[in-house]
């Protein structure tokens, strides 16, 4: 470990100096990848410095500990040198102390990291099953990520939203900005079911529902390459409520990327220009979740897992009114705060859920930084 941490210092170093060369400054590409290099690497080699300290401090303790033992004396000398011995012994006990917990810090940021890891996040939320229960929850959702990503500095931008007959959302595409929001969504990728009484339910009886999660980091241009003779762009008259111009003229946008058949489709903006640039941005997160998937056998099956059938036997995650449960089946974790978590309190439940994610790979699904 102390090999490669040394190795991972040297790279470190590099990066500091193409962070203050004006050739990578003035390339936006080469200094968006230093920067994310610099981010990565800088809590692992303060760690491994305090480690090469701690563990300095404490081999010259033992030296001064040895010295004194070779020494013979007595009366008020030998009093000072046992006073001195148990100096030195709390020194190297506590320098060890110290040492063990570099040692397991260490191991932690020494884990596989996530390719996806620094991206933002273009999030979908469908209404599955329940009817207009479910779009309804669709709402819900996209409320409680609104204000958690409000929560934890992440900057949410909408693109795209199909309004229901109740005020709630068939599907909703929002675009989720800064350096931690993969990290913090993507667990949030699946089936969510509700349980509750609906506003459309007039014997009071509970209903179950559900609604899915589609988690996609975004795609730059330079992340996945889209020929022009690859797409069918069809234009359209936008639909729904809009502003002047949205239902008078072929402003929304369609588009097929045809070797993969993936469709996207915007019309929330006035301008056509607007909605293919929108359009483009998803399809390229689209493609490139698709590419990751089909190149890593574990994520093989993760869209599909994520957005399963939307059925309410299938969930990650249940909410229940009546209890005011939140369960996440995935680790089995309980809270009954659920109106704290409806509120964008999500904390708790992403950390134990990084956690989980943390103990499976030091027990051996293990990759390198």
């Known amino acids: 470990m102390l090999d490669r941490l040394a190795g991972l210092e040297s790279e470190y170093e590099t990066v500091l100096v193409q962070l203050s060369d004006p050739a990578v400054i003035a390339d936006q590409r080469r200094l968006r990848e230093a920067s994310r290099r610099h981010r990565e690497l800088e809590p692992v080699v303060l760690a491994y410095r305090d480690y090469r300290g701690v563990l300095a401090d ?3 303790a033992k030296e001064l500990l040895v010295d004194l033992e070779a020494t013979v004396v007595s009366g008020a000398a030998g009093e000072e040198k046992s006073a001195d011995r148990a ?7 506590g320098g060890e ?13 020494l884990l596989p990291r996530d390719p996806n890891d620094g991206k933002s996040v273009i999030l979908e939320i469908r209404g599955a099953e329940g009817g207009e229960e479910a779009n309804l929850f669709a709402k819900d959702l996209y409320e409680m990520y609104s204000r958690y990503t409000d929560r934890v500095g992440l900057k949410l931008e909408g693109m795209g939203a199909d309004h229901s007959d109740m005020g709630g959302f068939n599907q909703v595409t929002v675009l989720v900005k800064g350096d931690e929001a993969w ?11 509700v349980q509750r009484v609906p506003v459309t339910e007039s014997q009071g009886r509970v209903h179950t529902s559900s609604a899915t999660v589609t988690v996609l980091p975004e795609a730059e241009e330079v992340d996945v390459l ?3 003779k690859d797409l069918k762009i069809d234009v ?3 639909t729904g409520p809009g502003g002047q111009s949205v239902n008078t003229t072929d402003s929304a946008v369609r588009i097929t990327h045809l070797p993969t058949g993936t469709v996207v489709a915007m019309q929330d903006e006035k301008s056509q220009i607007q909605n293919r640039a929108k359009a483009m941005q998803v399809l390229r997160a689209r493609i490139l979740k698709a590419e990751q998937d089909r190149q890593a056998a574990e994520l093989s099956e993760t869209r599909r897992s994520q957005v399963g059938g939307g059925g309410r036997s299938e969930k990650i995650r249940t909410y229940n009114y009546k209890e005011n449960r939140v369960t996440d089946h ?4 309980t809270l009954y705060k659920l109106d704290k978590v409806l509120m964008g309190d999500l ?3 992403v950390d134990a859920l990084a956690a989980d994610e943390r103990t499976r790979q030091l027990a051996g699904e293990g990759g390198g930084n």
């Open 58 to 60: 404490i081999e010259a």
């Open 87 to 93: 100096m030195l012994r709390a020194e190297v006990g």
């Open 97 to 109: 102390a110290r040492l063990a917990e570099l040692d397991e810090r260490l191991k932690l940021l």
């Open 183 to 193: 990290s913090r969504l993507k667990y949030e990728g699946g089936p969510h079911r």
């Open 226 to 228: 889209i020929q022009d």
């Open 236 to 238: 359209y008259r936008s």
């Open 330 to 333: 995935r680790i089995g974790l």
């Open 347 to 349: 904390d708790e439940v």
